[in-house]
């Protein structure tokens, strides 16, 4: 994920007791983070067994190729089965518990498991595209363009971060130390294999900053190879500066009582290829992280401007409850070298929402994108043909111009009831077995994009939020086609 919602809730809590300056006093911080400790939610071996046998900046040494990844992270899943799902109980009680052997939520039997590293190869490749995935994901998320990729003849390695893929206990101890050792071997690797031939990285949310951190670091001459582009997808840019409190809140933590704290979010686990539960650690390490890719990336635009980054292709919905547009556009696309970098925009369904209903409607802000004669990127908006009609069409604009210059009409539609995309969604084509569109009149299986449950608030332990966020991008072929035409 990615940072979701749920890693500001505590932080959310504290700007809403702020006074009229707008700054919350001590007082009310401490004894919110009082309460929040307090309150300890009910851990399971999930959340508590610390996994020994995961990669770590420390191992780096020992690890120096991604065949010992794989070998370290084959102990690794038997750790997991020793220390957790031995653990849990089975039968049909449990039916969609990620963490009972033999569950409808149960990965380890898909083959390939998906929240494994993976490398797809290629008899001629054409080039290298390096995947990250976001915080608390799996590689399942970009398995879909991984594949696409592949089918173009493209070597494409799948890189599990440190702390993912097995247990929401991971995120207790990640590091970003420990996620930029792994992507600096994934690199190497491909690079050992692919020659002089191009390699791309595409990064997820969080992925995306560990993309720009190694290629802030390769353009310096302190990491190799240096990528020939970057593909930034909900990229997790700039997390809001409350998020600060992540750090000191996760310490606490560790203060007899409250143990609450090492946690933003505990909910059940039935996502196969998702964590639910997020620890307040890992918003601290994406806070840390977003923070110094933007510090670096301002002191380079200053000492070198016209060598900044690799090209950038950013797609990002305009409503995303983790970063901003305008992060986007300020803190990084608006700073770098014209004419390089695209910025790819799916509006809201304007045929769907009205203003009235909206807590903050985007429309301001696409609208000055487009029009802004300023702008050193190119800009492509995948909107409503009118405000009367589902239909889709694609606008582009080229750096330094006004409005569009090319108007696509595309044979895609908005899906009935569906007002906007997601944070989460973009990746994700709606044929996606897990987080897809369920096909009409089909039962069976687990599926968690299309989920629509009505009755009582407060009978389910899932949020309504949770069960109301959009999952699968209707237009992702707009996602797989750009891809292919930029690299």
């Known amino acids: 994920m990615t940072v979701s919602n749920e890693t500001n809730s505590v932080f959310r809590q504290i700007r809403s007791s702020a006074p009229a300056t707008g700054r919350p006093g001590l007082a009310a911080i401490a004894l919110l983070l009082f309460l929040q400790g307090c309150n300890s939610p009910q851990l399971e071996p999930w959340h508590s067994e610390r996994l020994t046998e995961e990669f770590t900046a420390a191992k780096a040494d020992q690890v120096r190729s991604f065949d010992d990844y794989l070998r370290l992270e084959d102990r690794l899943f038997s750790e997991l089965d020793e220390k957790v799902y031995a653990r849990v109980e089975t039968g049909l009680d449990y039916v969609l518990f990620r963490y009972s052997a033999g569950s409808a939520a149960d990965p380890r039997d898909d083959q390939p498991d998906w929240n494994r590293s993976f490398e797809l190869p290629a008899k001629a ?115 809001h500066s409350a998020a600060t409190l992540a750090s000191v809140t996760d310490r606490l933590s560790a203060v007899p009582g409250l143990g609450g ?68 556009v300020d803190n990084l696309l608006a700073l770098l070298p014209p004419g390089r970098n695209e910025l790819v925009l799916f509006d809201i369904n304007r045929s769907a929402a009205t203003s009235a209903l909206l807590v903050s409607d985007p429309g301001p802000l696409t609208n000055r994108l487009m029009a802004d004669e300023s702008l050193p990127f190119a800009v492509t908006l995948v909107t409503n043909e009118s405000p009367s009609t589902n239909a889709i069409v694609v606008r582009r604009k080229a750096p330094f111009s006004v409005g569009a210059s090319d108007v696509e009409r595309l044979d895609l539609a908005w899906p009935r009831g569906v007002i906007s995309l997601s944070h989460v969604a973009l990746p994700i084509p709606p044929d996606d077995p897990l987080y897809g569109q369920r096909p009409s009149g089909s039962e069976g299986g687990l599926n968690l994009g299309d989920t629509a449950m009505r009755g009582e608030r407060g009978l389910l332990k899932l949020p309504a939020a949770w069960m109301l966020r959009m999952r699968f991008n209707p237009f992702y072929k707009v996602v797989e086609q750009r891809v292919l035409e930029w690299l």
């Open 261 to 328: 704290l090492a946690w933003l979010q505990v909910m059940p686990e039935f996502d196969p290829y998702k964590y639910n539960s997020f620890a307040t650690n890992a918003g601290d390490v994406v806070h840390r992280l977003t923070r110094s890719v933007d510090r670096r990336v301002a002191a380079r635009v200053q000492s070198n401007p016209d060598r900044v980054l690799p090209p950038i292709l950013a797609f990002k919905s305009t409503v995303d409850a983790t970063v901003t547009t305008e992060a986007v």
């Open 125 to 239: 490749p054409v080039g290298g595209v390096l995947l990250l995935h976001g915080m608390s994901d799996s590689p399942y998320a970009l398995r879909a363009l991984g594949l696409a990729l592949n089918r173009h003849q493209y070597r494409v390695l799948g890189m599990r971060m440190p702390g993912h893929g097995t247990a929401p206990s991971g995120l207790r101890f990640v590091t970003a130390q420990d996620m930029t050792a792994a992507v600096r071997l994934g690199m190497k690797h491909l690079a050992a294999g692919l020659g002089d031939k191009p390699i791309h990285i595409v990064g997820y949310s969080t992925g995306a900053a560990l993309a720009l951190d190694f290629a802030l670091e390769a353009m310096q001459g302190n990491a190799s190879p240096v990528p020939a582009s970057l593909v930034l997808i909900s990229p997790a840019i700039r997390v």
